[in-house]
């Protein structure tokens, strides 16, 4: 059974920084076939893409809110992508979620609270 699990998540003061990770198993095909998202949910708002990396990790893409804060990346040989938050801000306050897609294929993780506040 496809399972995303997230870690990393908590309590940050706004300028500071932090790594989540995503670790994948149970998929039918090798990790490395699959394009990863970050994804965030803020409280009353839509869930909304944050981060995307390719299968081979040679291309990614950024919301703009996040484009040179943030940073995705994978470990194929881990079966685990990573999102590094740099200069964190109060607005990143969020539910991070992971997000594994084939094809037409989707799988989410159960998300990672971030809290950025002072």
């Known amino acids: 059974q496809a399972q995303l699990v997230e870690s990393g998540g908590g309590l940050v003061q706004p300028g500071g920084s932090m790594r989540l990770s995503c670790v994948a198993s149970?998929?039918?095909?090798?990790?490395?076939?699959?394009?990863m998202s970050w994804y965030r949910q803020a409280p009353g708002k839509e869930r909304e893409l944050v981060a995307t990396?390719?299968?081979?990790?040679?291309?990614?893409n950024y919301d703009d809110s996040v484009k040179g804060r943030f940073t995705i990346s994978r470990d194929n040989a881990k079966n685990t992508v990573y999102l590094q938050m740099n200069s964190l801000k109060p607005e990143d306050t969020a539910v991070y979620y992971c997000s594994a897609r084939r094809v037409v294929s989707r799988y989410w993780g159960q998300g990672t609270q971030v809290l950025v506040s002072s």
């Open positions: 990396i390719t299968s081979t990790g040679g291309s990614t």
């Open positions: 149970g998929f039918a095909f090798p990790f490395s076939m699959y394009a």
